[in-house]
């Protein structure tokens, strides 16, 4: 099939043009290299910071002390206005005797206190626990509850736990941020390769043009020379983020820094993130290639 | 049937030169035309709109029934596929063979290898090259590199060879050889030839229909020219 013989003739020149001009293309596999270890650490960050965000998210809790006097209407009242509000996951009322009941539960020195109060003297209050969606909306829920009737007063994080996963979010941002610039130069660094490859075979290109082969023909190989630069470049970063994250999951036992930050277990999401660098690295040496086949090659 | 067809051609660069004001011509199927001219007069500037290398900027080039001003980019390769252009320098590739090179723009169009094959062969019979086909371009006489690439220009058998000056850089016998290759093209397939060139004894001793250009308008157009005593080269 004519099709076929033209692209496997355009793979064919593709690959051995990667290694007729090896310097450059080892310049160039470098960069790809380098930028695709540190889009890999970017990524495995990201995932390790979003699953922990999450945990600490479903963890997050504010806890509505009522006034002493309310009664289990008010209550009702009070859960439905907070069921309403977008943020809120879930409420669960606890009354003064339902508290009391689960603290002298908890140790003998308090049911030895707790065991002679009645109704009347119960200093506790009726409390609701509610967890929350989104850990960056926290405080803005907590200031709406506290300000309803018969509300006594609001206990949460106090603004740190916010202060942690928003912190995240720079950390992630900034990581995003760094990938793409890197991303970039490395096309640029391509690009470069492909156009001194360009120059080098213009004859063949002049000889090619005016012997009727079609642009597209004559582009193919360039294009595949940069798919072929981006794949090899993405060949040690793929090894790096399958083998040095499962070493380093074993070796910190599945915890960084300290028992708070869970890892994110290595299971088949390295192999989805190894995709990933592969899909990056053909990506950016296509576009890398295909900027300088479109501003060098005259057809 | 008229195989080429210029009308009121004008091209004039962008930095204001003009190579051609008004040219008219017609050239047959399977005539052999010589182009001659001064330098400067808008002979190369002609073949090259005849290949779609400039476009003219009024006017009409019609070659093969194709108007070379209204085709598109991309469709300029269905064109050249129709062509065979010799050069004064022959570009050919140093690093293929003669066989590869001849078979440049078969395999370029993802033609099969068994079809490609007998194709060459018959293009380097033509040109009397048959038994250099495993030699590179720089184990060849200069004559020899030139038929290389007459035989690259017929490998697709095409209806018209343009030929820019291949002569040029030749000594008279081995011109004499190139243009007996040329002409028993001509004779021989029909081809149609239109060929650029300064060499008078070559336009003198072929006897061939030629077209003078001066200024990038026809000067003289004879059916067996030669060149006049007063004609510069």
Redesign the interface.
Known sequence: M??F??LF?SINDGLRSVFRNFSLSTASILCTTITLILVSLAILVSINVNSFTKDLEHDLTIVVFMDRDSTDEDAEVIQRKIESLSNVDSVEYASKEVVKAEMMGESDTFSAIMGSWNADTNPLQNEFTIKVKEAEGLNKTAKEIEKYDKVDSVQYGEGMVEKMVSLFGVIQKSTIVIVVALVVVTAFLISNTIKITIFSRR??I??????????F??RLPFLFEGFFLGIIGSIIPILITIYGYMFAYDKLGGYLFSNIIRMVKPTSFVFTVALVLLAIGAIVGMFGSFRSVRKHLK? | MKFIKIQDCYKVYKNGVTATAGLNLEISKGEFVFIIGATGCGKSTLIKMLYREEKPTKGKVIVGGIDVAKLRNGKVYKLRRKLGIVFQDFKLLPKLTVFENVAFPLNSMGLKKSDIKPRVLKALELVGLKEKVRSYPNELSAGMQQRVCIARAMVNSPKLLICDEPTGNLDPETSKEVMDVLDSINKELGTTIVMVTHDKDIVNRMKKRVILLDNGILASDELKGKYKAHETV
């Not at chain 1, 002049?206 to 642009?215: A, D, P, Q, Y």
């Open positions: 004519k099709p013989r033209i003739r004859n063949e002049e000889i090619m043009r005016l012997v009727g082969t079609s642009n023909v004559i057809i």
